[in-house]
Nanobody
Framework: QVQLVESGGGLVQAGGSLRLSCAAS????????MGWHRQAPGKQRELVAT???????NYADSVKGRFTISRDNAKNTVYLHMSSLKPDDTAVYYC?????????????WGQGTQVTVSS
């Protein structure tokens, strides 16, 4: 079992920045993947960014150049630095963790944190 606790969401004006944090605990494998997805009202949950324990990253095209995912392996914590925020970024952001290098491994999910970007 893996437990994920997210923080850092809130209300920000367009063009502003936020940093989300997600701390993992429990049975954490040394080879793993952590990331962020988001879901806006009435829309499908979509991938935002992922990062492996080795530091390999992947971003959705819509956030490339604006968002940066990073991690602290010693703390089992992943971060999402969001800048140049747009109203379209408004969503509930969910942290996820897999005890492996790809989507073949079971995903664990955080409770979600709301990000609201005002125009």
């Amino acid at each position: 079992q893996v437990q994920l606790v997210e923080s850092g969401g809130g209300l920000v004006q367009a063009g502003g920045s936020l940093r989300l944090s997600c701390a993992a605990s429990g049975s954490i494998a040394s080879i793993n993947t952590m990331g962020w997805h988001r879901q806006a009202p009435g829309k499908q949950r979509e991938l935002v960014a992922t990062i492996t324990s080795g530091g390999s990253t992947n971003y959705a095209d819509s956030v490339k150049g604006r968002f940066t995912i990073s991690r602290d392996n010693a703390k089992n914590t992943v971060y999402l630095h969001m800048s140049s925020l747009k109203p379209d970024d408004t969503a509930v952001y969910y942290c996820n963790h897999r005890n492996g290098p790809n989507i073949l491994y079971r995903a664990y999910w955080g409770q979600g944190t709301q990000v609201t970007v005002s125009s």
